[in-house]
Every structure is written in structure tokens, then in C-alpha cells.
């Protein structure tokens, strides 16, 4: 089974950018879609971005034009990169892959915006 690894996650005021990277135990190529979820304590988690093995893209409304996720299968790692951050960004987020028979979540990485 591969194993999801979140990195880069912080604490970053209010406008600026924060990169999440998300690493693969192995190869990515596995995984037909690939994602970034978050979750407010309290609240169920929510999808903030995935892209399929196509290289096809989605984004909530919530966060599409200021956040971005790639993937680089040479290094088994997908990123999110997240510009114009608000307090209502703050949350843990977590990478998701689904082979298309199921899917997993890392533990995830805390992202913190202040005003």
C-alpha cells in the first residue's frame, strides 16, 4: 500500500502563500485521481482540488483562482500551492489518493492563516 505524506503546512498572515507537498511511498501512476481535502475541527471535511491521472483538474469554488495542484510523477509527489490566503483557509489538510478500488488519506499538515 502507499503511503501519503503532507509537508509544508504553517502558520502564514492573511495574502500570503503557503506550498503543500504531498509525498508517495511509491509510484503515483497507481492512483486515478489524486486530492487535497480539509478539515475544520467540528466540520466534515471538505474537497479543496484533485486532478486525475490525465492531468484533468478540479477546484472548489471556494479556493479556484488562488490555489493550484500539479503533480510530478518522476518524483511521486503532488502540490498544492495556495496564493491569497485568508483566515478561512485555516484548517488541516489532507492529501488523498484513489486507485479507482478505493482510497486514502494522509495524516495531514496544519495550515494556519492569520489577519
Known amino acids: 500500500q502507499v503511503q501519503l505524506v503532507e509537508s509544508g503546512g504553517g502558520l502564514v498572515q492573511a495574502g500570503g502563500s503557503l506550498r503543500l507537498s504531498c509525498a508517495a511511498s511509491g509510484s503515483i501512476s497507481i492512483f486515478d485521481h489524486m486530492a487535497w481535502y480539509r478539515q475544520v475541527p467540528g466540520q466534515q471535511r471538505e474537497l479543496v482540488a484533485s486532478i486525475t491521472s490525465g492531468g484533468r483538474t478540479y477546484y472548489s469554488d471556494s479556493v479556484r483562482g488562488r490555489f493550484t495542484i500539479s503533480r510530478d510523477i518522476d518524483k511521486n509527489t503532488v502540490a498544492l500551492q495556495m496564493d491569497s490566503l485568508n483566515v478561512g483557509d485555516t484548517a488541516v489538510y489532507y492529501c488523498?489518493?484513489?486507485?479507482?478500488?478505493?482510497?486514502?488519506y494522509g495524516r495531514g499538515t496544519q495550515v494556519t492563516v492569520f489577519s
Open positions: 488523498y489518493g484513489d486507485t479507482g478500488y478505493g482510497g486514502d
